[in-house]
């Protein structure tokens, strides 16, 4: 007989962990299942750091932000765990576009200023920028402690009942009117429901999305850079230094800089963005402009940071739709399975809120925030 369960989870990056949470949470019998094992470094869920934020291009990511960080705060004080840095964020950008997203922040009663050229210098001085830049200060951003949000939120799952089968691969799924039957390497499984969150394997799985998302992995460099003196250190650690993204519209071309977490001594700076490859074609040699747009950029505004070479490099996988917005939504064809994906990049600080979401689509529940900007709908009426 086969595994028999109300709701499998594919897949146990941070979005399958907080869903698979949320489902068991909600009194459905869960099953999380990964192929590998639980915090690998396959995909786009490891590392200890990511930015959580308000400010945001488009207004309709406040929301579900907002659930986020009201899950993190209700978490920590569950666990006694700090999840979190409120460190502030900044986000550079130019003038007219900084007024928008204030403007967005405004609406949802967030808290924000705009900061203009040599004022972001006077703040803080790691930071070199003209007249020409403005930026939106966030007081509620900061960092998220990637690693510790992963582990919470399995830790939460499990001690709640829910089951995880680790190094176990999927192969297939049929889906009917009694629910979903699932083939792994080690046996069948029956769900009444199943949720792919399998990042960059999500087409490989579930090959109908190919042809109305379209999307492409992406290999990613996150780069490591230190400052060229000691003495300047106490400028980049959590207390002192803001996060960051800095956008370029003309080029639309995006870099983020994070404190001193991930390794001693050094920020992360990078480029938002990938070189393409196919499944299985990973390990080819990074492209150098993934290192080379975060250097120019440090060099120009950052220059205590020594942009002659990084300290160090990690690899991850991004997979992105074609507007580069996430996909969250029920199959058209297989009313039994949801799938949530191309959500790498900005996607770590809603997965809590997302996972919540898809819990209550499956008890055909309304979910508390608005989700239909990540519908599959919108490519069908889409000109790209």
Excluded at 24 to 47: A, P, V, W
Aim: aromatic share 10%; with cysteine; net charge positive.
């Amino acid at each position: 007989m086969p595994d028999t369960y109300d709701v499998v989870v594919v897949g146990a990056g941070i979005f399958g962990s907080c869903t698979a949470y949320h489902c068991q949470k909600r009194g459905l019998k869960t099953l999380l299942i990964e192929q590998f094992s639980l915090g690998h470094k396959n995909g786009s869920s490891h590392g200890k750091s990511r930015i959580i934020r308000y400010a945001h291009p488009e207004g309709f990511y406040i929301p579900v932000v907002k659930d986020s960080y009201e899950q993190i705060e209700e978490l920590e004080k569950k666990r006694g765990e700090k999840l979190w840095k409120n460190c502030g964020l900044l986000y550079l950008t130019n003038a007219n576009h900084a007024l928008e997203m204030s403007s967005h922040l405004n609406k949802h009663n967030c808290k924000n200023e705009i900061i203009v050229g040599n004022e972001i210098n006077k703040r803080y001085p790691q930071y070199e920028y003209d007249d020409s830049w403005s930026a939106v200060f966030d007081p509620k951003g900061g960092v998220l402690y990637a690693d510790k949000w992963l582990n919470a939120f399995q830790d939460e799952f499990k001690k709640i009942g829910g089951i995880v089968y680790e190094k176990e691969k999927v192969i297939s799924y049929r889906d009917g009117e009694k629910g979903i039957i699932l083939t792994t390497m080690k046996r069948v499984i029956k769900a009444k429901k199943a949720i792919f969150t399998v990042g960059t394997w999500l087409q490989q799985l579930v090959p109908e999305l190919v042809p109305i998302v379209k999307a492409q992995p992406e290999a990613i460099c996150v780069v490591y850079w230190k400052p060229k003196r000691e003495s300047d250190l106490h400028y980049f650690g959590e207390d002192k230094m803001p996060v960051a993204i800095m956008e370029n519209k003309e080029k639309n071309e995006y870099v983020y800089g994070l404190p001193t977490v991930d390794y001693p001594n050094a920020i992360k700076f990078g480029f938002h963005g990938g070189d393409r490859y196919n499944i299985g074609d990973e390990a080819h040699p990074p492209d150098q402009e993934l290192i080379e747009k975060p250097r120019r950029h440090l060099q120009k505004h950052l220059k205590m940071i020594d942009a002659s070479a990084p300290v160090h490099i990690d690899r991850c996988k991004y997979t992105m739709s074609l507007d580069d917005h996430y996909v969250i939504d029920q199959l058209p064809e297989s009313p039994n399975v949801y799938v949530a994906g191309c959500c790498s990049g900005t996607g770590f600080k809603v997965a809590p809120a997302i996972g919540r979401g898809l819990a209550c689509w499956v008890k055909n529940e309304k979910a508390p925030f608005d989700l239909s900007h990540f519908s599959l709908q919108r490519f069908k009426k889409s000109k790209i």
